[in-house]
């Protein structure tokens, strides 16, 4: 399984930014992906999951009506349009999956996690 994140940068309040998880190496058709997040001296925190086969997409309330998970099978990428952004949205981001086809809820710990793209939001 191989989770690569892209996107991240320095945005102003307010600002938006797009990341993008490129997937290889399982069957991302079939697999339920996430974003989740960790801030500076935090723990990981779950952002947002996008099921596969259509069963549904889920947002935290932090960032519920803010952001938008998407997935393209075709490319096998996982993307999150992060819309007026706080700076308590800066975290390093991951993009992570789950391949063995258990539903566990979608705040549940994914036992794949990419390297994490740096979200900076700052004026």
């Known amino acids: 399984v191989q989770l690569v994140e892209s996107g991240g940068g320095l945005v102003q309040p307010g600002g938006s930014l797009r990341l993008s998880c490129a997937a290889s190496g399982f069957a991302f058709w079939i697999s339920d992906m996430a974003w989740v997040r960790q801030a500076p001296g935090k723990g990981l925190e779950w952002v947002s999951t996008?099921?596969?086969?259509?069963?549904?997409?889920y947002y935290s309330d932090s960032v519920k009506g803010r952001f938008a998970a998407s997935r393209d099978n075709a490319k096998n990428t996982l993307d999150l349009q992060m819309n007026s952004l706080k700076t308590e949205d800066a975290a390093v981001y991951y993009c992570?999956?789950?391949?063995?086809?258990?539903?566990?809820?979608?705040?549940?710990?994914?036992?794949?996690r990419g390297q994490g793209t740096q979200v900076n939001v700052s004026s």
């Open positions: 992570a999956a789950r391949t063995d086809g258990l539903w566990l809820g979608p705040e549940t710990k994914y036992p794949f």
């Open positions: 996008v099921r596969a086969l259509g069963r549904g997409t």
